[in-house]
Nanobody, 115 residues
Framework: QVQLVESGGGLVQAGGSLRLSCAAS????????MGWYRQAPGKQRELVAG???????NYADSVKGRFTISRDNAKITVYLQMNSLKPEDTAVYYC?????????WGQGTQVTVSS
């Protein structure tokens, strides 16, 4: 069973930056999209950023201009560069890779932004 392994979370002050990485432990074929979601305490999981197979990207309004999603197809790895972080960005961040048959999820990595 392929697993997604996330790294890069942590504690940062407001205005700081973090880079999240998510790598697949094995091969995943026919990938349709990769993305990052987050879930804050007491809130529903929400899409933060996504990148489609053709390279198109989309972002939540709250992170546009601050976060950038990218990928390395050869390594089956997706990244999330987060700049100008705000306390409201505090959440557990989950990566997702979707193909024709399955949704793969990472275990989640905590991002905490202090004011």
């Amino acid at each position: 069973q392929v697993q997604l392994v996330e790294s890069g979370g942590g504690l940062v002050q407001a205005g700081g930056s973090l880079r999240l990485s998510c790598a697949a432990s094995g091969s995943i074929f026919s990938i349709n999209a990769m993305g990052w979601y987050r879930q804050a305490p007491g809130k529903q999981r929400e899409l933060v950023a996504g990148i489609r197979s053709g390279g198109g990207t989309n972002y939540a309004d709250s992170v546009k201009g601050r976060f950038t999603i990218s990928r390395d197809n050869a390594k089956i790895t997706v990244y999330l560069q987060m700049n100008s972080l705000k306390p409201e960005d505090t959440a557990v961040y989950y990566c997702n890779i979707r193909n024709n048959w399955y949704d793969y999820w990472g275990q989640g990595t905590q991002v905490t932004v202090s004011s």
